[in-house]
């Protein structure tokens, strides 16, 4: 038989002690790393999200110009009108947040309302104010071209234009506006 010795001076308890703290310690570690992770993925994860929300805004929200039409003056067209419409989708178009970046071979000019453009409802189409509400309003955008001070020039015939069209979300519809090569005593060109 054996014969246990109480008398045992040996440190076995000091070293289940620190093999204790270094396990807690760890723990402790874990969990600070874990509330760091969990913390940066809903930050990232709500970052992704605003993205995706601005992303969607500027694929969907379109201006649509459903028709263009100029004034003529002499030889000159010296206003542009176009009849635009929110696309399918889109959200709410505040046309009073728009711009319009207009570039011609004379002139490269940002245009806002009431200094380049002006707002008004077609009638008949249930457009009120300077928003686009609905699939059926419709409003019209008037250039004024007269070369003043920050506005463009008229175009003369055969001169060509770009409209780009940026609405409050960002996003952006271009549209070309042609002016006929011969205006023969007209008062109104599809342009």
């Known amino acids: 038989m054996k014969t246990i010795n109480t008398n045992d001076d040996r440190p076995r308890g000091q070293v289940g002690i620190g093999t204790l703290i270094i396990f807690i310690a760890m723990v402790l570690v874990a969990a600070v790393a874990a509330g760091v992770l ?53 959200d709410p178009l505040d046309l009073a947040e728009a711009t319009i970046e207009y570039t011609s071979a004379s002139d490269s000019l940002t245009l806002t309302q009431g200094s380049g453009f002006g707002i008004s409802a077609v009638s008949g189409t249930g457009m009120t104010g300077d928003v686009l509400d609905d699939n059926g ?55």
């Open 38 to 90: 969990v913390n940066t993925s809903g930050l990232l994860q709500s970052q992704a999200e605003d993205t995706s929300s601005d992303a969607q805004a500027q694929v969907s929200n379109q201006i649509d110009v459903v028709s263009a039409t100029g004034t003529v003056s002499g030889s000159d067209v010296n206003e542009v009108v176009l009849v635009v419409k929110k696309s399918p989708g889109s």
């Open 137 to 191: 309003e419709r409003a019209k955008l008037t250039l004024t071209l007269d070369g003043t001070t920050g506005y463009p020039s008229a175009l003369s015939e055969g001169d060509d234009a770009t409209l780009e069209i940026v609405d409050q979300s960002g996003a952006s519809t271009v549209y070309g506006v042609n002016v006929p090569d011969v205006i023969n005593d007209q008062s109104y060109v599809e342009v």
